[in-house]
C-alpha cells in the first residue's frame, strides 16, 4: 500500500510538472507522465529502422499562423533531406552522414578528468546524474571527427535510451553487472548485436580504446576515426543515423528572453549556459572545485570555450535502480532515468525561452520529439545540442532574463546494497576484467 500511495503521488507530481507553465489547449487532453516501478520493463521499443531520405519538408517554420515574406526551410522531425545532418540539422558531406553515430560516455567528476577532449566536436551532449549528486556526459558523433574524445567512463541505464534513439553504437570503458545486464537485455545490443557496445568489458582493445595508463581509471581515449573503423565491417554504409529533432534557422516567435540558464543538479554540480547574440551561441559555465565558483568549461582538443547553438532541459522520472554503481561512502546506486513517454521540456536558442514538452513513445517512433503543449513541433536552431535531464520534481523558474533549476536529487545510498569486500579500486564488484576472463581479444567483423 505504502509503494502504490508513492507512486500515486509520483504520477500527481508528473501531471502537475507537465503541464508546469503552459496555457491549457481545449484541443488536448493534459499531458501525464506516465512512472514505472523500479524493476519493471520499460516498454518495448522495436530496433530503430534507418530514417528515409527525403527532400526538405515543405511544412511552415513554426510561426503559429503568422504569415513571413520568405520561410527558412524547416527540416525534420521524420524526414531531412539528402546532405543534412538529423542530428544537427546542418549541411555535411553524405558519406559522413552514412556513418553510424558514435555515442561516447565522458567522464565529469572527480575534477581531475577536466578539462575533456573531444565535448565542443559532438553533435549533441547529454548531461544527466550519475549517482551521488554527480554527472557525466553520452556525447554523439556524426559530422565531425575528433582526433581524441574522453576520458571515458562506464555507461549507465540512460544510456539503454540514448544510443538506440540515435541508431548509434555505444562507447564506454565498462560497466557494472546490473547495468550490463540491462544494456544486453536491450534489442540494440541483443545476442549478435553485442557490437554495437565499444567496450574494454566486450573485449575491444587499442585501437579503438587506448588507456594512457594502467593505474588510472580516468585514462582512457578513443578517437571517432579508430572506432568508425573498428566497427566498419558490422556497421556497413547503410545510413543509421536518425532523430525525432526538426530544425530552422529562422527565429521562432512566442519566446521568452531567457539569456542564462542556471543549473544546480545537486550541491557539488553547477552549470550556467551564457547567450551572446554574436555569435547567437550559448557558452557553458560549470564549477571549478568544491567552492562553486563557475568557469568557463574549455576543450582541451580545441582549447576553446565549450557552445552550444541550443540548450534543452528535459525534466523526467528519476528512481534509484538499486544497482551499485561506486563503492565510496559506503555504497551509491544508479539510476533508471524514464526517458520515454512525456515530460516537461525547455528549449533555449536565439536567446530565448520555449515552454514545451519532450514527447518519446511509439507514435515518434522512439524517437525523442520536442513540442509545444498543444503538440506542434519546436524547431531547434541548426547546429549542437546540449540536453540537461534533471528529475521530474525539479524547482524551476524564470527570473527575469534567468531560467533557474535546482535539481532534487534522489537518495541511491539508502537501501543500496554494499559489497561484501574490501572496497575495490580499478576492478570493483561486478566490472569483468577481459584480460582475466578472455584468451584473447575478439576482433569484430562480420
Not at 565522458?106 to 559532438?122: D, E, I, K
Not at 579503438?208 to 568508425?228: G, I, K, M, Q, V
Not at 534509484?320 to 555504497?331: A, C, L
Amino acid at each position: 500500500m505504502q509503494r502504490a500511495s508513492q507512486v500515486a503521488c509520483l504520477l500527481g507530481l508528473a501531471a502537475l510538472a507537465a503541464c508546469r507553465g503552459a496555457p491549457a489547449t481545449p484541443t488536448l487532453a493534459p499531458a501525464i507522465v506516465a512512472v514505472y516501478q523500479t524493476g519493471s520493463p520499460a516498454p518495448v521499443m522495436d530496433t530503430p529502422a534507418a530514417p528515409a531520405t527525403a527532400a526538405a519538408t515543405s511544412a511552415p517554420a513554426a510561426t503559429r499562423g503568422e504569415p513571413t515574406a520568405t520561410r527558412a526551410p524547416v527540416y525534420g522531425p521524420d524526414t531531412y533531406p539528402a546532405g543534412i545532418n538529423p542530428l544537427t540539422g546542418q549541411a555535411a558531406d553524405p558519406a559522413q552522414l552514412d556513418r553510424m553515430p558514435i555515442a561516447v560516455k565522458v567522464s565529469n567528476f572527480p575534477y581531475a578528468v577536466r578539462p575533456q577532449s573531444g565535448l565542443a566536436l559532438a553533435d549533441l551532449v547529454f548531461e544527466h546524474l550519475a549517482e551521488a549528486g554527480l554527472t557525466r556526459f553520452t556525447a554523439l558523433y556524426l559530422q565531425n571527427d575528433a582526433v581524441k574524445v574522453g576520458s571515458i567512463r562506464s555507461a549507465r541505464y540512460i544510456d539503454t535510451e540514448i544510443a538506440p534513439m540515435f541508431g548509434a553504437m555505444l562507447v564506454t570503458s565498462g560497466s557494472s553487472l546490473g547495468t550490463m545486464q540491462h544494456l544486453r537485455a536491450n534489442p540494440w545490443f541483443l545476442g549478435e548485436n553485442v557490437w554495437r557496445l565499444v567496450s574494454e568489458e566486450s573485449s575491444y582493445v587499442c585501437p579503438p580504446l587506448c588507456r594512457e595508463s594502467p593505474d588510472d581509471a580516468n585514462t582512457l581515449f578513443a578517437s571517432t576515426e579508430a572506432l568508425w573503423a573498428a566497427t566498419a565491417d558490422r556497421a556497413g554504409d547503410t545510413r543509421t543515423a536518425q532523430s525525432g529533432f526538426a530544425f530552422s534557422a529562422a527565429a521562432l516567435p512566442g519566446g521568452t528572453p531567457a539569456g542564462e540558464v542556471l543549473l544546480d543538479y545537486s550541491l557539488a554540480a553547477h552549470v550556467a549556459w551564457r547567450y551572446a547574440t554574436a555569435p547567437g551561441s550559448y557558452t557553458r559555465w560549470q564549477e571549478k572545485d568544491t567552492s562553486g565558483e563557475l568557469m568557463a568549461h574549455v576543450d582541451a582538443l580545441t582549447n576553446q570555450p565549450i557552445t552550444a547553438s541550443n540548450v534543452v532541459v528535459l525534466f523526467a522520472n528519476h528512481q534509484n535502480n538499486f544497482v551499485p554503481e561506486d563503492f565510496r561512502d559506503g555504497g551509491n546506486c544508479g539510476m533508471e532515468i524514464q526517458l520515454w513517454t512525456i515530460g516537461p521540456a525547455k528549449v533555449f536558442r536565439d536567446g530565448q525561452l520555449y515552454e514545451g514538452r519532450w514527447h518519446r513513445d511509439a507514435t515518434t517512433s522512439w524517437r525523442l520529439r520536442l513540442e509545444m503543449n498543444d503538440g506542434q513541433v519546436i524547431p531547434l536552431r541548426p547546429g549542437n545540442t546540449w540536453l540537461a535531464v534533471v528529475g521530474l520534481t525539479a524547482d524551476a523558474a524564470l527570473n527575469g532574463a534567468t531560467y533557474t533549476v535546482t535539481n532534487k536529487v534522489l537518495d541511491t545510498k539508502r537501501d543500496c546494497p554494499v559489497p561484501p569486500t574490501e572496497t575495490p579500486t580499478l576492478t570493483p564488484e561486478g566490472y569483468l576484467d577481459p584480460n582475466a576472463t578472455l584468451a584473447a581479444p575478439v576482433t569484430p567483423g562480420p
